[in-house]
């Protein structure tokens, strides 16, 4: 019995010590698929953040635009343009 102890306790340690390895290559995997994706999101928030400035660069613009266009109607609202006065002018009769 005692013999038969030994042996299973050998047998044991060196699975432990098999299982322990497996573990190892398996926390290595992991890890080396963790600084892949860390990678991958590195480069997708350095893209976004280039999108982003695209972004807000063409709305800025179309915000100057819009704003630009609203002040332009505004001013030919408030003075009138040459034609404009030309026409609220009664035509002048010249006498024969």
Same mark, same amino acid.
């Given at each position: 019995?005692?013999?038969?102890?030994?042996?299973?306790?050998?047998?044991?340690?060196?699975?432990?010590?098999?299982?322990?390895?497996?573990?190892?290559? @398996?926390?290595?995997?992991?890890?080396?698929?963790?600084?892949?994706?860390?990678?991958?999101?590195?480069?997708?928030?350095?893209?976004?953040?280039?999108?982003?400035?695209?972004?807000?660069?063409?709305?800025?613009?179309?915000?100057?635009?819009?704003?630009?266009?609203?002040?332009?109607?505004?001013?030919?609202?408030?003075?009138? @343009?040459?034609?404009?006065?030309?026409?609220?002018?009664?035509?002048?009769?010249?006498?024969?």
């Amino acid at each position: 019995l005692s013999l038969l102890q030994k042996r299973m306790h050998k047998v044991l340690v060196k699975y432990l010590e098999q299982r322990s390895l497996r573990f190892l290559v @398996d926390l290595e995997e992991c890890q080396t698929v963790a600084r892949k994706t860390s990678q991958k999101i590195t480069t997708a928030q350095g893209k976004l953040s280039k999108e982003i400035q695209l972004l807000s660069a063409f709305l800025q613009s179309v915000r100057e635009s819009s704003t630009t266009t609203k002040n332009a109607e505004k001013s030919k609202q408030t003075s009138p @343009d040459a034609s404009e006065v030309n026409e609220q002018k009664p035509p002048v009769q010249v006498a024969v």
